[in-house]
Nanobody, 124 residues
Framework: QVHLMESGGGSVQTGGSLRLSCAAS????????LAWFRQAQGKEREGVAT???????TYRDSVKGRFTISKDSANRTLDLQMDSLTPEDTAMYYC??????????????????WGQGTQVTVSS
């Protein structure tokens, strides 16, 4: 069974930090590439970062150097540390599981499973 549940969203000012977490089932952790996506109001859902079973990571250009994706296999959690946040980062953030991690971020249509989402709001 694939189960994903996010936590940790909230509101911060520009330059602030937030840490998102996603609780996943053991099956999900073992069998899927894990990812964070986001969707701003009126825009398409876009990939933010992925992490493979070997720990290889991929990031969206606009978040490189500011966001860090990581996973804790013992606790079965996927995290996204977000630093130096800007209003352009405001969106609903989703934890996701997709069959394969590639060298590029997967499109939303390729994702098999989604969490319920957590809102991140950055004010100027």
């Amino acid at each position: 069974q694939v189960h994903l549940m996010e936590s940790g969203g909230g509101s911060v000012q520009t330059g602030g930090s937030l840490r998102l977490s996603c609780a996943a089932s053991q099956y999900t952790f073992n069998m899927y590439c894990l990812a964070w996506f986001r969707q701003a109001q009126g825009k398409e859902r876009e990939g933010v970062a992925t992490i493979g079973s070997d720990g290889t990571t991929t990031y969206r250009d606009s978040v490189k150097g500011r966001f860090t994706i990581s996973k804790d296999s013992a606790n079965r959690t996927l995290d996204l540390q977000m630093d130096s946040l800007t209003p352009e980062d405001t969106a609903m953030y989703y934890c996701a599981a997709t069959p394969v991690c590639g060298s590029h971020l997967p499109p939303a249509i390729a994702v098999g499973y989604w969490g319920q989402g957590t809102q991140v709001t950055v004010s100027s």
